[in-house]
């Protein structure tokens, strides 16, 4: 990959977990990254005409898979490709959001050897995918379709677990969550999750957690979440950070989609800080900056 971003991986089939789960292990198909020290990048594709940070610049087919090609050039270890937008929109079938995505995923699992994502909550979809290239389903929905982790588990998938209150595509303006309390809710929604994934046949290290800033929460219960990123990793299981351009950034500081990159950057390096091990963003060349400067800090 080069020194900007040299992954931490051993290739081969990774071995099941003794009891006892580590935060520290995280299995994407046939590797498994050590990541004691060091947090993975993984870039967003979002191959939709109205995504809320591209706004479909990268909807057309060439376009995505440039986008591709540009995150793995600035050292994504993972690529994440999403065909349907998580907030509000027109409705996408199940098999447009299959033509939309299994492209991208087949171009990029023919160019590069990179661990490559999914973004979809449909397990029609991630299926599809996985037969293209891709080895983990995000899934923003908390797996609300029945058949999702058993698609996963047939498929030797990982999978990203998030915090959502409602549904994906539904407005939630505002969130209540008992006592007040959004960490505790966040902690016992991704725990039952956790436990169905394990029930599917899910190994520890194949499941990675997702506290879902901006997801049926407001500002100060993003912000809340963020705090309390080193609770969430002592649930055990590896944290994904998904803050890039996000609108708490926006409301909390005042600035715009485009203005949010230096924020961005920060929520970053301090959910890094705190123990996250996958950030997911778009700009990835900025935070590999940020991953290795967290890793020289974390190593000495």
């Known amino acids: 990959m080069g020194s900007l971003t040299e992954r931490n991986q051993s290739s081969g089939q990774s071995t099941d977990l003794a009891p006892g789960r580590s935060p520290w292990i995280i299995e994407l198909g046939d590797r498994s990254f050590d990541v004691h020290h060091r947090a993975l990048i993984m870039g967003i594709v979002n191959r939709t005409p109205d995504s809320f940070f591209d706004n479909g610049t990268t909807f057309d087919l060439d376009q995505s898979v440039d986008r591709s090609c540009a995150l793995n050039a600035d050292g994504a270890d993972i690529i994440d490709v999403g065909g349907v937008r998580a907030g509000p929109g027109a409705a996408v079938s199940v098999i447009e959001e299959i033509e939309r995505v299994v492209p991208v995923i087949e171009a990029i699992a023919t160019r590069f050897d990179v661990p490559i994502s999914v973004d979809t909550w449909q397990s029609q979809v991630a299926k599809a995918a996985f ?170």
Not at 159 to 164: E, L, M, P, S, Y
Not at 203 to 232: C, H, M, N, Y
Not at 273 to 290: K, N, S, T, Y
């Open 131 to 300: 037969a293209a290239g891709a080895v983990c389903g995000n899934d923003i929905s908390g797996f609300s379709d029945p058949e999702y982790l058993n698609v996963c588990a047939a498929n030797g998938a990982s999978v990203i677990a998030t915090h959502i209150r409602l549904a994906p595509r539904v407005n939630d303006p505002n969130p209540v969550y008992p006592n007040d309390d959004v960490v505790t809710a966040c902690e016992e929604y991704l725990l039952e999750r956790l436990n169905r994934a394990l029930a599917a046949g899910l190994r520890p290290a194949q499941v990675i957690f997702d506290a879902g800033l901006d997801l049926g929460k407001t500002t100060e219960q993003s912000l809340a979440l963020l705090r309390a990123s080193k609770r969430l990793v002592s649930l055990d299981q590896p944290l994904l950070l998904s803050a890039s351009n996000k609108g708490f950034l926006g409301e909390l500081l005042g600035l715009e989609i485009d203005q949010r990159r230096v924020a961005t950057l920060g929520a970053v390096a301090y959910g890094i800080a705190l123990g996250c091990r996958i950030v997911r963003v778009h700009d990835v060349q900025g935070a590999a900056r940020v991953v290795n400067t967290i890793q020289a800090i974390l190593n000495q």
